[in-house]
């Protein structure tokens, strides 16, 4: 399990375990809150397409599926 530090997800960067679209590395470009102040879902950009797609940042918790940083 990845843990995660909420203040800080914005432009973390990920390394995808599975290669998705020939696309491995990631970075989060956005970050959205609901009225409480907790994170509801991020938007990940990928590196060298310019890619855009939305997840649950509770994704990113899978060690299965993501690693934190560039790898």
Avoid: Y
Wanted: hydrophobic share 40%; charged share 30%; net charge positive.
């Amino acid at each position: 399990m990845n843990p995660i530090n909420h203040k800080k997800l914005l432009n973390s960067k990920w390394t995808a375990v599975v290669t998705q679209n020939k696309e491995k590395h990631f970075m989060i470009t956005d970050v959205e809150f609901d009225e409480l102040g907790k994170v509801v879902a991020c938007t990940m950009e990928a590196i060298i397409s310019k890619r855009e797609f939305c997840l649950s940042w509770r994704d990113l918790k899978d060690s299965e599926k993501w690693r934190q940083g560039w790898k």
